[in-house]
């Protein structure tokens, strides 16, 4: 018997799992594959990671925390997560994305720096930029070693399970330097280190509708094309063809915000889902919030833009 079953163990369900082990619940983590794997969100060797989020500012008020949760799962694992390089926003002068990550830097007191097209040619000569284009970059900003985080999260329960299980004292990741492996369906997997130096990721955030149980079979040509030929014209020092190609799947609502909810229905059912190509920065968070909702606590943020009852159809139903 458990308290809690999280069910999928991607980046999201790894930290829910991950925070209520910390909690105190005994905690059941599903996976439909073997471990790792790259059929989900969660793949790949980094993500983009940066506090502000335009005009949504509740991801920006949760960032702020998240930054700190980040630090302390590096700490915890004994793993160097995230990368603060900073963040480079660019596009046509007036452009209303420009205008709200400028206004929400603002808002939230984010350091940054407005960069003309002179300054753009300045500071970064291998890109070529339209004439008109002007930039902003984000202080806060940077890069999160993706498959890093997820295993730290993953081990971390673990040792955080194991050491209740034994009642051997208080838990200390301390005593465990390296972190190599994680169990998975009483099997034992290895979970390698990639590092590549000189690496740039070109990422395309869309792409057709897709059925994840034929991912396999998604048309990925024409996104291909569309990547090398941006490489070609703003990134001519870079070859085209890419030496690794990753597809990685979307789970979008029709607003592009989380739905952190209960189910309708039955109460007992958390909703973490339709993370949209940006949740990953923010899993700390959500596996705190999600971690609340299961243990019928009052959550730490306001849900209000998450709540499932936003769409007509849920209202319907209930």
């Not at 902003?136 to 081990?155: E, H, I, N, P, W």
Request: net charge neutral.
């Amino acid at each position: 018997m458990y308290d809690v079953v999280v069910v999928g163990a991607g980046i999201e369900g790894s930290a829910t799992a991950y925070n209520l082990a910390k909690n105190g619940q005994k905690t059941l983590l599903l996976e439909q594959f073997p471990l790792p794997h790259s059929r989900g969100s969660s793949h790949g060797q980094s993500r983009i990671t940066r506090v502000e989020y335009g005009e949504d500012d509740h991801y920006a008020v949760m960032m702020k925390e998240g930054g700190k949760l980040w630090l302390s799962l590096e700490r915890e694992s004994g793993t160097s997560l995230l990368v603060n390089c900073g963040c480079l926003s660019v596009s046509k002068q007036g452009n209303s994305y420009m205008k709200a990550t400028i206004s929400s830097l603002s808002r939230n007191g984010i350091k940054y720096d407005i960069l003309t097209p002179g300054d753009l040619r300045d500071r970064y000569p291998m890109l070529s930029l339209p004439p008109d284009y002007v930039g902003v970059f984000d202080y806060s900003g940077g890069v999160l070693r993706a498959d890093k985080a997820l295993r730290a999260f993953q081990t971390v329960l673990i040792l955080v399970l194991y050491w209740k299980e034994k009642k051997d004292g208080e838990f200390s990741a301390g005593r465990f330097p390296a972190f190599r492996n994680i169990r998975e369906n009483g099997g034992v997997y290895a979970l390698p280190s990639l590092e590549y130096p000189g690496h740039a990721k070109v990422c395309y955030h869309d792409g057709p509708e897709t059925d994840p149980d034929s991912r396999d079979m998604a048309d990925t040509g024409r996104i291909l094309s569309t990547m090398k030929s941006y490489v070609r014209e703003h990134l001519p020092s870079l070859q085209d063809p890419p030496s690794i190609v990753e597809p990685c799947m979307y789970t979008n609502t029709p607003d592009k915000q989380f739905i952190l909810d209960h189910h309708p229905i039955h109460r007992n059912i958390i909703i973490g889902a339709g993370f949209s190509g940006h949740g990953f920065k923010l899993a700390p968070v959500v596996g705190k919030i999600l971690s609340e909702l299961a243990m019928d606590k009052t959550p730490s943020y306001d849900l209000t833009p998450c709540r499932i009852d936003r769409f007509s159809s849920t209202k319907a139903r209930m």
